[in-house]
Every structure is written in C-alpha cells, then in structure tokens.
C-alpha cells in the first residue's frame, strides 16, 4: 500500500541524508582547526546552514527533472555554504543570509504549488531554514534592532504558515495531477494518493473475462441486496446511523455489521452512502465495505477493478465522534480530536446507473449532475 508523500521520505532525498552525515564531522573538523570562538546559538545557525546544503547538493545529484533544476540546487547548495563560512568567520549571516534563507524557501512553495509532491524531508528542510532565518533576527538591546526583531518575528510565523500552506496544498495538487487521480477525493491504483489515503500498487494488467464477470456480479448483487435501504428509515431501522442525512457524500454506518466477519457481503455493508438531491430527497448512491481486521488485504475478486484502500493519519473528533480531518503538514490534528494512524481496508460499490467507476469514487461534478437528473425525472 502506497501513502501520501507527505507523511513519508521521498526516494531523491535518500542522497542528501546521507550527506547530513558529513554535516557533523565537518563541524568537528572546523572547531579542531582553530574556529573562532562562537557563541552555541551561532554554532547551531553553521549548522543548520550546513545541513540544508547538505540536502540540496543531494538533490542535485538524485533529481531527474533535468539540468536546470540540478543547477539551481547546486547555486542554493554554495550559497548555503557561503553564508555557513561566513558565520564561522565570525561574521554575521547579513543582508545576503536572508535572502538566501528567504529565496530557499520560496523556491519550496512554487515547487509544491506547481504539483511537486512535498515530503517529509524537504518540509524538515524548510522549518530549518526558517528556524535560521530566527537565529538571524534573534532579538538585539538596542531599540531601533528591537522594533527590526519584531518585525522579523512575524515574518517567520508568516514563512511557517506559509511553508505548511503550500505544503498541504501541494500535496493534493500532486495527487490530482497524476494520471487515474480524482481531484480532491481519492486516487486510484497507482497514482499519488492525497494527503489521509492509502492505496495499493497498481496492477499493470487488464482484467480477465472471470473477473469483469465477477465485478459484473458484485454489482448487480449490490443493486438488489441494498435497493431496501433506498429508504433512510428502512435503513435507521437495520441499525444504520442516518440521523443528520446531509451533503452528497453521507456514510452512513452500522457497527454490529463492522466485526461480524462476513467480507463483502453485498446484503450486509459495514455503511451505505447517500446523497441529498436539490430538492432535499435522501438518495442512495452505493455502500462502503470494510475489513473487519487493520492490515488485512480485502479480496480483489474483480482483480483491477476491485482496488482495495484505506486510511492513515486521520483525526477524528471526540465531541461529537466523527472524522475531524486528516493529520497536518505540521502533525497535527484539529483541537479536540485525536489521531488514527491507519484504518482497515475499504471498498465502494457504487449502485446508481451509469456510474464511471463502480468501485472507485464517484467525481463531484458527476455526482451533482446525476442528482439534478433525478430531480428532472420526477
């Protein structure tokens, strides 16, 4: 199962980490050789200098987005190092620190907002370089360099907002930009998935003729098995949670069906799915199945067609229970809610007519035209 990039450490940062390990033995060696005298929030700033170089020039050699890009990771590498040399001199980080640190990080949001999936490793990078740019404004006794620190102080929470902003935003871009993603709700099989879904490798095959007519199967079972929970009240009284029916993607859940063991019973769905029209009817779309176990691989019967997944990182609220969110850039979860680190696998089947992915998700704009059709046949 693949997750979001954002959660993890992608493959081209493996080189610079790698490098951070001569960032130390590089420091040790430069106090050994008579560095002057600094003070330990200065030896930090060095180092942290050190470290982003370190990164970058890992970058450059591990990236395939070609010589431009390996360039520009090489300038902002020597840069870093210019800077972290002249702290070490004794010297302070200066006008040309901050623009560095400052055009570091910049950079970083372009890239995320251009579809650059963001990973964990370069969002550590960037809260270093921010946390520099701090050492550099650190307060000074003088008034005139007090009213600069201020000052400084909010442009670095406005660069930490920022940073997690683009970040997030970048990393729902990427999912959506990649070939089989559904912008703004879930991937399918083998692209990046969003930031809170996990999905498995993609098989790199068609269906066989036994497992289209399985999936066919699946989903007239469905249709005839769930056409009485059509009504919320049928449903409410099964023992489905359909108090506040709203919006158009309502998971309605029954959990004596959530570890009863039975696996893809199309007559027993762990949750159905409506949507509420424009004129305000309930409409069932399909049913949500779920795994009773977590890590337990749910029967792909339909081989392609029938891609499992699941969820990490989630939050869910206490007051009332519910899913509050998925888990930050930043990690953290909405105040009141705590965090799920992985669900049990699930899968859709969708039972409206003329569905574009009977086991995926439905698009929102397609959902919204099925729904006003329906109000038109009346």
């Known amino acids: 199962m693949n997750g979001s990039p954002l959660y993890q450490i992608g493959p081209e940062h493996v080189a610079g980490l790698i490098a951070l390990v001569l960032v130390p033995i590089g420091l040790w060696l430069a106090r050994r050789r008579g560095a002057p005298a600094l003070a330990p929030i200065d030896w930090l700033l060095v180092g942290l200098l050190s470290a982003s170089a370190a990164l970058h020039a890992g970058l450059a050699l591990a990236t395939d987005h070609g010589a431009g890009l390996r ?209 305000g009817r309930p409409v069932l779309m399909g049913a949500m199945f779920l795994m009773p176990k977590i890590g337990v691989p749910g029967p792909t019967i339909g081989g392609p067609l029938t891609m499992w997944h699941a969820h990490e990182h989630i939050c869910i609220s206490l007051t009332p229970p519910g899913l509050s969110g998925v888990l930050s850039p930043l990690g953290l979860c909405p105040v009141g809610s705590i965090l799920l680190p992985l669900t049990a696998e699930m899968i859709h089947i969708w039972i409206v007519p003329g569905a574009p992915e009977p086991f995926g998700d439905l698009d929102e704009a397609w959902k919204r035209a099925y729904l006003e059709a329906t109000v038109t046949r009346r």
């Open 71 to 279: 360039m520009l990771f090489v300038i902002d590498a020597v840069l870093l190092l210019v800077v972290a040399r002249r702290v070490l001199s004794g010297s302070r980080a200066g006008r040309l620190g901050v623009a560095v640190l400052v055009g570091s990080i910049v950079a970083y949001w372009f890239s995320a907002l251009s579809g650059e999936a963001p990973d964990q490793a370069g969002l550590a990078t960037k809260l270093g370089e921010i946390l520099a740019l701090a050492i550099v404004f650190r307060p000074s006794p003088t008034v005139r360099r007090r009213i600069r620190s201020f000052a400084g102080s909010v442009a670095i929470c406005v660069l930490v907002i920022a940073t997690a902003a683009s970040s997030w935003i970048g990393a729902f871009r990427a999912s959506a930009a990649e070939p089989g993603a559904v912008a703004g709700h879930h991937a399918h099989a083998g692209s990046v998935p969003p930031p809170g879904s996990i999905f498995p490798a993609a098989l790199d095959r068609d269906p066989t003729p036994a497992e289209r007519a399985a999936a066919g199967d699946l989903i007239l079972a469905a249709r005839t098995a769930l056409a009485r929970y059509a009504d919320p009240a049928v449903a409410a009284a099964d023992g489905y949670h359909v108090e506040g029916l709203r919006g158009m993607d309502f998971h309605a859940s029954n959990p004596s069906y959530e570890h009863d063991d039975r696996v893809l019973d199309p007559a027993h769905p762990e949750t159905l799915v409506y949507a509420v029209a424009p004129d």
